[in-house]
C-alpha cells in the first residue's frame, strides 16, 4: 500500500512567522520543516515592519508575492489562493506568539509554535479551546524530546523498564546572561528578551525552563502536579529572572529535580536528563544526544545508541543515519514537523492518524502552569499546586 504522503499526493504548505535573515531559529524551522519531504516553506510575515518583511522574504529567497507584511495579509492572500497555506510555523518574539496562534486557528490552519507557547496559562487555555473548536492541529517546538534516544527513554519508562519511578532531575545550564548584556548595545533582539511584558513572566523559563520541563514530563510521561521553587536573578541589579531551581512533584508521586540558568559562566546549552525508578535509571546529555545509558541494578550498564537494530520500527525512524553518524537539533525539529504531517494527511484522507509523541498545545499550557505555580511559591516560600486545564 502507497504511503501517506504519496496518497495525500502533494507536501503541505508552510508559512514561516518570524525568522527573519538574522534569526538562527528561522533556518532550523525552515529547513526541518523540508527536511524529508512533507512540507515545503511557501512564504511567511519575517518582521513587524511590514515592508521590511516583504524585503526579508524576497532577500530568504521566498517568492516575492507570498512575502507578505502582516499576518491579516498572508491570512486573506492565502485564502484565495487553490494552492493556499495549510499551516504557520511561528517563531517571533514570545509576545507574539498567542495572537499570531490565536488568528492562525481562526482562519482554519495548523499551528507549528515556539516556546513559550503564550504569555500565562490563560492563554494557553484560550488557545487549547480554540485547536479543538476549530479540530486544529497544534504542535510546539521543544526539539530535545524529539531525539529519537528521548523517544525510547519515555518508552523504557512507559513499558516499566525503570520499575516504580522514583526520581527524575532535569538541568539546563547556559551562559547567554552570565554577564551583563543590559550594558551591551541593544538590538531589536535584546530589547524584546530583556523586556519582561515581552519576553515572558521569567525570562529563563521562557528561554530554555520550558524545554527542561517538557523533557521531565516527557520521559516520565507525567505532569506536575506540585512545585516548590527558588527563583532569582543572579546578577545584581537584573530586572529579569535568570535562574530557577525547583523540587517538584510529578502526579502518581514521583520526586523531581529542576534547575535552569543563564547566568552560569562557560555554560554551553548543557542539558541533563536522569530518570530513577526502582529498578534502574536512565541518563541522558544533550552532548551526546544520539545516545542513552540505562543502568538496571546488579547489571552492566548500557549504552544504547540511536538506530539499534532492536529498537521499535517507530524510534528507528526518527533517526536518518546509521549509528556512529552524527544527527543533532535539526533532525529532532523534524520529527516534529514530519509527525504533525503525517497526523495531517491521515486526517485528511479518512485514517487513523498514527499515535505520535510530539508536545502538543496542551503540553503547552502545563508548562505554562508549571512556570506561574514556580512564581507563587517564590511569592509564598511553599510548595504550590500547578494548574490543571479546565475539563472541556
Ligand atoms: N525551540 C527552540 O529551541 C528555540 C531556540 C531559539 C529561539 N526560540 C524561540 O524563537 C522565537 C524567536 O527567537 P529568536 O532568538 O529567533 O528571536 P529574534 O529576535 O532573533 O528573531 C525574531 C524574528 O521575528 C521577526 N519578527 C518580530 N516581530 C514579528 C512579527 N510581529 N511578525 C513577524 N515576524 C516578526 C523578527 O524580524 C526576527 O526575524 C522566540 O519565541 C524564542 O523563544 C526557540
Redesign the pocket.
Known amino acids: 500500500m502507497k504511503g501517506l504522503r504519496e496518497r495525500f499526493g502533494r507536501p503541505l504548505r508552510l508559512a514561516l512567522?518570524?525568522?527573519?535573515p538574522?534569526?538562527?531559529?528561522?533556518r532550523m524551522h525552515q529547513t526541518a520543516a523540508e527536511l524529508d519531504g512533507y512540507w515545503r516553506v511557501i512564504g511567511g510575515?519575517?518582521?513587524?515592519d511590514p515592508a521590511r518583511?516583504r524585503q526579508a522574504g524576497t532577500a530568504l529567497g521566498f517568492d516575492p508575492g507570498r512575502s507578505y507584511g502582516t499576518?491579516a495579509d498572508l491570512i486573506a492572500a492565502e485564502k484565495s489562493r487553490e494552492d493556499g497555506v495549510d499551516a504557520v510555523a511561528i517563531?517571533?518574539?514570545?509576545d507574539?506568539?498567542y495572537p499570531c496562534a490565536a488568528a492562525a486557528l481562526d482562519a482554519g490552519l495548523d499551528v507549528l509554535c515556539?516556546?513559550?507557547v503564550t504569555h500565562d496559562f490563560a492563554q494557553a487555555c484560550d488557545l487549547v479551546a480554540r485547536t479543538r473548536k476549530q479540530a486544529r492541529l497544534f504542535a510546539i517546538?521543544?526539539?530535545y524530546s524529539a531525539y529519537p534516544m528521548m523517544r525510547y527513554a519515555r518508552e523504557l519508562v512507559r513499558e516499566g523498564a525503570l520499575g516504580a519511578l522514583r526520581l527524575v532531575q532535569v538541568e539546563y545550564i547556559q551562559s547567554g546572561l552570565a554577564t551583563r548584556i543590559e550594558d551591551a548595545p541593544q538590538n531589536?533582539?535584546l530589547r524584546?528578551i530583556l523586556d519582561p511584558r515581552r519576553s515572558g513572566l521569567a525570562l529563563v523559563m521562557?528561554?530554555i525552563g520550558c524545554?527542561a520541563q517538557h523533557l521531565a514530563c516527557f520521559a516520565a510521561g507525567r505532569n506536575v502536579a506540585r512545585v516548590c521553587a527558588d527563583v532569582r536573578a543572579m546578577l545584581p541589579g537584573r530586572q529579569v529572572i535568570d535562574y530557577v531551581s525547583a523540587l517538584f512533584e510529578l502526579e502518581g508521586g514521583a520526586r523531581g529535580t529542576f534547575t535552569v540558568t543563564q547566568a552560569a559562566a562557560g555554560g554551553e546549552n548543557d542539558i541533563r536528563l536522569r530518570v530513577y525508578g526502582d529498578k534502574g535509571l536512565l541518563d541522558w546529555s544533550h552532548r551526546e544526544p544520539s545516545y542513552l545509558k540505562l543502568a538496571l541494578q546488579g547489571e552492566p550498564v548500557r549504552v544504547i545508541g540511536r538506530g539499534d537494530p532492536f529498537l521499535s520500527p517507530a524510534i528507528i525512524a526518527a533517526g536518518r543515519a546509521p549509528r556512529g553518524h552524527p544527527e543533532g537539533l535539526r533532525e529532532a525539529f523534524a520529527n516534529i514537523y514530519v509527525e504533525l504531517a503525517q497526523e495531517r494527511m491521515a486526517r485528511a484522507l479518512g485514517d487513523v492518524p498514527p499515535e505520535s509523541p510530539y508536545p502538543r498545545i496542551e503540553d503547552g499550557a502545563h508548562t505554562m502552569a508549571f512556570i506561574e505555580a514556580c512564581l507563587a511559591s517564590q511569592r509564598s516560600g511553599g510548595w504550590v499546586d500547578v494548574a490543571r486545564l479546565p475539563a472541556s
Open positions: 512567522l518570524g525568522g527573519g538574522s534569526s538562527w531559529i528561522g510575515v519575517f518582521s513587524s518583511s499576518l517563531m517571533t518574539p514570545n507574539t506568539h515556539d516556546k513559550p517546538a521543544h526539539g531589536n533582539r524584546w521562557s528561554a524545554h
